[in-house]
């Protein structure tokens, strides 16, 4: 089992930054692939961003390729979103998840990667992220 609690949302004007945390207890986080997505109301949870175990291996959609950047310190059993020239179209609720293997779930189609929400097995609660304009 693996507990993820996000942490960073908040309120920022169009054009600001945030930088988002995952912090992970319980099964060996070495050993998962972890990604975020995010669901604003009344909209589907949608594929934001994807890393592999060991940090060499990321993907994001194109919505966000170029402003959102993801990384992970497994010292500290932590995954990172920074998010850079944010739009009022990036509100939504953020959430953390976790896979149970090692590679980053998902492919690429036409240049695009997508990931699905039901391809994860552990979620955090979510934190808010609202983008003024």
């Known amino acids: 089992q693996v507990q993820l609690v996000e942490s960073g949302g908040g309120l920022v004007q169009a054009g600001g930054s945030l930088r988002l945390s995952c912090a992970a207890s319980?099964?060996?986080?070495?050993?998962?692939?972890m990604g975020w997505f995010r669901q604003a109301p009344g909209k589907e949870r949608e594929f934001v961003s994807a890393?592999?175990?060991?940090?060499?291996?990321?993907a994001s959609a194109d919505s966000v390729k170029g402003r959102f950047t993801i990384s992970r310190d497994n010292a500290k059993n932590t995954v990172y979103l920074q998010m850079n020239s944010l739009k009022p179209e990036d509100t939504a609720v953020y959430y953390c998840?976790?896979?149970?293997?090692?590679?980053?779930?998902?492919?690429?189609?036409?240049?695009?990667?997508?990931?699905?929400?039901?391809?994860?097995?552990?979620w955090g609660q979510g934190t808010q992220v609202t983008v003024s304009s």
């Open positions: 890393i592999n175990w060991s940090g060499r291996s990321t």
């Open positions: 319980g099964r060996t986080f070495r050993s998962n692939a």
């Open positions: 998840a976790a896979t149970r293997s090692q590679g980053m779930p998902g492919r690429y189609y036409s240049g695009s990667y997508s990931s699905t929400a039901d391809e994860y097995d552990y």
